[in-house]
């Protein structure tokens, strides 16, 4: 049986924890304020590249694949419920039900997805980004990582963006978005309906909307992590509500029985000193 002093130790240090839930709450809550505002001008760029690849009809070349790329967006930061393990569990599954002899790579960005998929995927990791989730994602950051992959130099046939979409305060979905390369783009039929490109225009395009469906990405995921966060915490802060409700009445109870228990002892001893 817990000690006074145990409960007192253990009813102090709940307390506390429920005060870091409530303040985490508090910042996530502001956070996610400032995400869901800038995620309304950053889906413009998801809207736009999807459309264009869309009205373009591009689609992945026809037979064996051999080469797919697989970019996960996450970030550094935890305690914010499955949002980086749903991403890692989704390219788990779709690496799995690939075909025998294609050629995988895997881009992560955030040190969550790394330290879960480097248990199983290790050598396939092409490129890894970390310092992300600190701060609001830039377009500045998706062209960092968007230059990585590139400048990695692997002739994908098919690639995925794996994100978490956000859809409410409570709510969001692993998702991905299809990427293609500079080679299927301009094999497309339809690819000068638009204009007349040359090639170095439409290479610069092409990377450009490889960073703008990052971008995209890390927004959506952004603003899904910070509203995951804030459920997460305001669950943890009413866990520690009942815990301490519950101590509270436990210290009580053993309280009174310490007090039941030392008056018996007291009544005892003066009746058997009355009775000599």
């Given at each position: 049986m817990a000690t006074l002093k145990d409960l007192k130790l253990r009813l102090k240090s709940v307390k506390n924890i429920q005060k870091i839930t409530k303040s985490m709450k508090m910042v996530s809550?502001?956070?996610?304020?400032?995400?869901?505002?800038?995620?309304?001008?950053?889906?413009?760029?998801?809207?736009?590249?999807?459309?264009?690849?869309?009205?373009?009809?591009i689609k992945a070349p026809e037979g064996p694949k051999q080469k797919q790329l697989i970019v996960t967006l996450s970030s550094d930061r935890g305690l914010c419920g499955g949002v980086h393990s749903s991403l890692c569990k989704a390219i788990k599954l779709d690496v799995a039900g690939q075909a025998s002899?294609?050629?995988?790579?895997?881009?992560?960005?955030?040190?969550?997805?790394?330290?879960?998929?480097?248990?199983?995927?290790?050598?396939?990791?092409?490129?890894?980004?970390?310092?992300?989730?600190?701060?609001?994602?830039?377009f500045v950051d998706a062209s960092k990582v968007a230059q990585s992959v590139l400048g990695m130099d692997f002739g994908y046939d098919l690639g995925?963006?794996?994100?978490?979409?956000?859809?409410?305060?409570?709510?969001?979905?692993?998702?991905?978005?299809?990427?293609?390369?500079?080679?299927t783009v301009a094999a497309s039929k339809n690819i000068y309906v638009f204009d007349s490109l040359d090639a170095e225009t439409l290479r610069c395009y092409q990377e450009f909307q490889f960073a703008s469906l990052i971008f995209y990405g890390m927004k959506e995921n952004a603003?899904?992590?910070q509203s995951s966060r804030m459920s997460a915490?305001?669950?943890?802060?009413?866990n520690a509500g009942e815990m301490i409700?519950?101590?509270?009445?436990q210290y009580n109870r053993t309280r009174q029985a310490v007090i039941t228990r030392e008056l018996i002892e007291i009544i005892s001893g003066a009746a058997a000193l009355t009775s000599k």
């Open positions: 809550a502001a956070k996610f304020a400032r995400a869901e505002r800038e995620l309304r001008s950053a889906r413009s760029y998801g809207a736009g590249a999807a459309s264009f690849y869309e009205k373009a009809e002899g294609v050629e995988t790579r895997v881009v992560c960005v955030g040190d969550k997805a790394r330290n879960i998929l480097q248990r199983v995927m290790k050598d396939k990791f092409l490129v890894t980004c970390s310092d992300i989730g600190k701060k609001p994602p830039t995925n963006i794996y994100y978490n979409k956000f859809r409410s305060v409570i709510s969001y979905k692993t998702s991905k978005l299809p990427i293609f390369s500079l080679d603003t899904s992590e915490m305001d669950n943890a802060s009413k409700g519950k101590l509270t009445l």
